[in-house]
T-cell receptor
Framework: AQSVAQPEDQVNVAEGNPLTVKCTYS??????LFWYVQYPNRGLQFLLK??????LVKGSYGFEAEFNKSQTSFHLKKPSALVSDSALYFC?????????????FGKGTTLSVSS | DAGVIQSPRHEVTEMGQEVTLRCKPI?????LFWYRQTMMRGLELLIY????????DSGMPEDRFSAKMPNASFSTLKIQPSEPRDSAVYFC??????????????FGPGTRLTVT
């Protein structure tokens, strides 16, 4: 069975500091991995994805994520946080071998960036 | 592109009434998903379609919920009769399989449903 875990309900960082939002996954084969962001009263917006290739993926708004197969992780990172990054972040996974299946979303992590 | 369009954006109804939520996916997308988001349960996949055919409806909470996709540009999620516990934000999302890779899903703005 596929699953994804976001171990932190909330992450607090100061503006200008680096941020990390954690995500671990479980699939039987190889994963497709995604990060989405949700601002208040809005739908989810795609940030970045890992399909294959370079383990470091760069996405929108200066975010990046590193795929680590041995640790089954796909943590979201940003070198310097902005107050405007405050939002709800979702990690999602799909097993490469499970054609026709939908993404499995984590429970979400609230990122709060203080000025 | 206008993105995924959902209507209405807000719906307030009384318990027992029928509620119909509507979605127009992005043109050319062959997958359509319906999600429900609540504080308690987070984001839940209710059902999804591929080429207008329901593929997995195991997330539909009970028989009061039904979804249809009569054509590639329109889908509905119906709740009949509605109950207060159905209060949530309902999202529609669409994606394309293109060459077979799982392209990212594009979400609509959501419909905030309140059942009193």
């Amino acid at each position: 069975a596929q699953s994804v875990a976001q171990p932190e309900d909330q992450v607090n960082v100061a503006e200008g500091n680096p941020l990390t939002v954690k995500c671990t996954y479980s699939v039987s084969g190889n994963p497709y991995l995604f990060w989405y962001v949700q601002y208040p009263n809005r739908g989810l917006q795609f940030l970045l994805k890992y399909i294959t290739g370079d383990n470091l993926v760069k996405g929108s708004y200066g975010f990046e994520a590193e795929f680590n197969k041995s640790q089954t992780s796909f943590h979201l990172k940003k070198p310097s946080a902005l107050v405007s990054d405050s939002a709800l972040y979702f990690c999602a996974v799909r097993d490469v071998g499970q054609a026709g299946t939908a993404l499995i979303f984590g429970k979400g992590t609230t990122l709060s960036v203080s000025s | 592109d206008a993105g995924v369009i959902q209507s209405p954006r807000h719906e307030v109804t009384e318990m027992g009434q029928e509620v119909t939520l509507r979605c127009k996916p992005i043109s050319g997308h062959d997958y359509l998903f319906w999600y429900r988001q609540t504080m308690m349960r987070g984001l839940e996949l209710l059902i999804y379609f591929n080429n207008n055919v329901p593929i997995d409806d195991s997330g539909m909470p009970e028989d009061r919920f039904s979804a249809k996709m009569p054509n590639a540009s329109f889908s509905t999620l119906k709740i009949q009769p509605s109950e207060p516990r159905d209060s949530a934000v309902y999202f529609c999302a669409s994606s394309t399989s293109g060459t077979g890779l799982p392209y990212e899903q594009y979400f609509g703005p959501g419909t905030r449903l309140t059942v009193t």
